[in-house]
């Protein structure tokens, strides 16, 4: 029977029975690696506050339909803002711009409509089904 020397013995027992690894290859213990992924990460962080990037998601502004309303009436947001209109109306209500640049299906109890406003300006909108509902969303 052929000795096996254990210098070649990638892993293995050693002559006292205990458990060996061998230093070299993919089984080499990783020292430092934790400390180099966080490293990135702070450089990565550090890179991303210097050039002004907002990493926060950004919410949503929220019009709710209530009573036959847009509430609120006017609302202000900033350019790249997602708007959320909410009904809390038993009846089906409408979301639709009157230049024509966003228009909702009837929206049900507690349905919802989102738009993102990418442009400044102001835009005026009403619920087709009851024209004297009326509101505003203001870009800046």
């Given at each position: 029977m052929e000795r096996i020397k254990l210098a070649r013995v990638g892993r293995?027992?050693?002559r006292l029975g205990r458990?060996?690894?061998s230093r070299r290859g993919p089984n080499r213990p990783r020292r430092g690696r934790v400390a180099r992924v966080l490293l990135a990460a702070m450089v990565a962080l550090a890179v991303l506050g210097a050039v002004g990037v907002d990493v926060r998601a950004q919410q949503p502004a929220l019009v709710?339909?209530?009573d036959s309303?847009?509430?609120p009436?006017?609302?202000t947001?900033?350019?790249g803002t997602t708007v959320r209109w909410i009904n809390h109306d038993e009846e089906v209500h409408t979301v639709t711009s009157t230049t024509g640049q966003f228009a909702s299906a009837g929206l049900d109890l507690k349905e919802e409509y989102t738009y993102t406003f990418t442009?400044?300006?102001v835009y005026p909108y009403t619920c087709d089904l009851h024209p004297h509902m009326r509101g505003t969303i203001v870009v800046n």
């Open positions: 293995g027992m050693d458990f060996t690894v709710d339909i209530q309303n847009y509430i009436t006017t609302l947001v900033p350019v442009n400044p300006g």
